[in-house]
């Protein structure tokens, strides 16, 4: 499937246009003619990138950039702010709200072909770490702290054979704050790595070396590879901008050079490969604490102590209910006791076997220790649980469990306590407290039955 890029505009005649440029090179096109109808568009379609415009009537594009971005389900997709060609205020702005990059209007082919190729590479890399993320490991490493760490001013690489065009870019950049070198040419570079350097800028028509053949180089070179390049390219040499991109250059950007556009690129270019650093060092140290319980393959109690609090998180930001279900094997301590630790262990097996196969794929199943056991269940509120928390009954106590390598057959039931998440204020500890108290209440019962705290 090709990638899907959602065109917002109020005009139809602009969302055409786009629609049509797009078309040519391969993409899918989603419209949305105003604010809320993108949001929804987003939430709905998670298209791959957003390109909105800022001034429509009711809310404007920077309204639509902050919402997506303070929506847990879009805030990954990358926006492109469409501004009008007069207001370079409105390119600093959009990247303030949240917006990965800007085009102006009319939107030129070459400008809107190299932003979208910039945006689908960085968003291979960004979704496949995002998914390694995903699939292993959503336990602690998601401390958001690091969030500093991308804003942080920018080492800029200036080369350039023209020392006044340096020079004006240099200071540019200082004086928004960052460190700025500049190089009339290119000389031994194989230190740019230990230094420390965000991005280069790299002229394009450059006479005293080739420029092209830099680009290749850097990113040919395992010091160099991570590090950014920004092409300034006179409007007239568009063709060998072109290769540069191909090569492997980030961005463009056309001389004489825009302050604001200069900053702002610089910004988001520094941002974007801080961006996947971290995620790539979210992988590494996800990967190092283990989140899987060895005995049963279920989600061990670090990883749902994480869970829970993204869950509730969510549950409060959205409204939507999160319930537990904790169950406890009846009479487990009988089973190692009779039968030896190997046949509890079967058992402990089963039983993680038969609950993950009596839940929906969005419940999170975990074996926070010994004979406990607790189901995570987001968007689902307390009646559902309890259902689902009966099924999971029935299913253990239903069929007798074989052990010793299956020479015996014995009959194993469980008890569950149901708690639902009641509001804002509520903590895992009460919400924990609640299905600890009514699980208490299932084994007073007579066990191998389901209680809830009643709300
Ligand atoms: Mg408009």
Do not use: W
Not at 25 to 54: K, M, R, S
Not at 71 to 77: F, G, K, V
Not at 352 to 362: D, H, I, K, T, W
């Amino acid at each position: 499937m090709s990638a899907r890029v959602l065109v917002v505009d109020d005009i139809e005649a602009n969302r055409r246009l786009l629609q049509a440029k797009l078309e040519a090179q391969y993409f899918t096109v989603l419209q949305a003619e105003n604010g809320q109808h993108a949001l929804d568009v987003a939430e709905q379609e998670l298209p791959e990138i957003i390109l909105l415009d800022v001034m429509m009537p009711g809310m404007d594009g920077y309204e639509v950039c902050r919402r997506l971005k303070a929506n847990r389900l879009t805030a990954h997709i990358p926006v492109v702010m469409v501004t009008a060609l007069s207001d370079s205020e409105d390119r600093v702005r959009g990247l303030e709200v949240g917006a990965e990059d800007f085009l102006t209007k009319p939107v030129d082919d070459f400008a809107l072909m190299s932003r979208m190729g910039a945006l689908m590479r960085y968003n291979a890399v960004a979704s496949e770490l995002r998914q390694r993320q995903a699939s292993g490991l959503k336990a602690g490493a998601m401390d958001e702290t690091q969030d500093e760490e991308l804003h942080r001013p920018a080492r800029v690489f200036i080369i350039d054979d023209n020392p006044r065009t340096s020079a004006r870019m240099a200071t540019m950049l200082r004086n928004d704050g960052h460190t700025a070198t500049t190089l009339l040419e290119a000389g031994d570079m194989s230190n740019l790595a230990t230094m420390g350097v965000d991005i280069m800028i790299l002229s394009i028509s450059a006479k005293a070396f080739d420029p092209l053949r830099l680009c290749a180089h850097f990113k040919m070179t395992e010091a160099t590879r991570a590090v950014s390049i920004i092409l300034v390219c006179d409007p007239s040499d568009r063709a060998r901008a072109g290769k540069g991109l191909d090569i492997g250059a980030s961005d463009v950007i056309f001389s004489p050079v825009d302050r604001q556009e200069l900053l702002a690129r610089v910004r988001t270019q520094t941002r974007r490969s801080r961006y996947i650093e971290l995620l790539r060092h979210r992988v590494d140290r996800g990967l190092e604490l283990s989140v899987i319980d060895q005995l049963t393959g279920l989600y061990n109690r670090r990883y749902m102590m994480s869970q829970m609090q993204q869950l509730m998180q969510r549950a409060v930001m959205g409204g939507k209910p999160v319930s537990i279900v904790m169950c406890d094997i009846d009479y487990f301590k009988s089973v190692n006791d009779t039968y030896g630790h190997d046949a509890g262990d079967e058992v402990l097996q089963e039983v993680a076997g038969r609950l993950r196969e009596n839940v929906r794929p969005m419940d999170v199943v975990c074996r926070p220790g010994g004979e406990e056991f607790m189901v995570i269940m987001p968007d689902t509120p307390g009646d559902l649980a309890c259902a689902a928390a009966e099924r999971i009954r029935r299913a253990v106590a239903s069929q007798p469990f074989m052990v010793s390598g299956g020479k015996r057959e014995i009959t194993i039931t469980l008890s569950a306590g149901v708690a639902t998440i009641r509001g804002p204020d509520d903590t895992i500890a009460d919400i924990t407290k609640r299905a600890d108290t009514a699980l208490y209440q299932a084994k007073m019962g007579g066990r191998n039955r389901v209680e809830s705290v009643a709300a």
